[in-house]
């Protein structure tokens, strides 16, 4: 399974950026997908991670109100909609899925199989 992460560049302090995530699949129906981020000198964090049967979504405290994960129009697509970014939203994000994790894990990068290129997201003004 391979994942393209698109989407990231510069934004100014309260800006907006949606990232996308398509895998080369035919379908995410089977699968979790999230978003893990991590900064220079950092440790890697999660975001946000949906279920894409049922729909159910994730999200770290941190971004919770200003991001929204969804489902594509397309089922190989999962999008990330940042609004309001901040400075410390600085980061490589990177798109992440499998299909048997359980959701006390959905918060754990080691317990996905599948990891896109990452795309980075500058927050500055």
């Known amino acids: 399974v391979q994942l393209q992460a698109s989407g990231g560049g510069l934004v100014h302090p309260g800006g907006s950026l949606r990232l996308s995530c398509t895998t080369s699949e035919r379908t995410f129906r089977r699968y979790v997908v999230g978003w893990f981020r991590q900064a220079p000198g950092k440790e890697r964090e999660f975001v946000a991670a949906?279920?894409?049967?049922?729909?159910?979504?994730y999200y770290a405290d941190s971004v919770k109100g200003r991001f929204t994960i969804s489902k594509g129009n397309t089922e190989n697509t999962v999008h990330l909609q940042m609004n309001s970014l901040k400075p410390e939203d600085t980061a490589e994000y990177y798109c992440?899925?499998?299909?048997?994790?359980?959701?006390?894990?959905?918060?754990?990068?080691?317990?996905?199989?599948?990891w896109g290129q990452g795309t980075l997201v500058t927050v500055s003004s």
């Open positions: 992440v899925a499998d299909s048997r994790i359980i959701v006390s894990s959905y918060r754990t990068s080691s317990a996905y199989d599948y």
């Open positions: 949906v279920k894409w049967s049922g729909g159910y979504t």
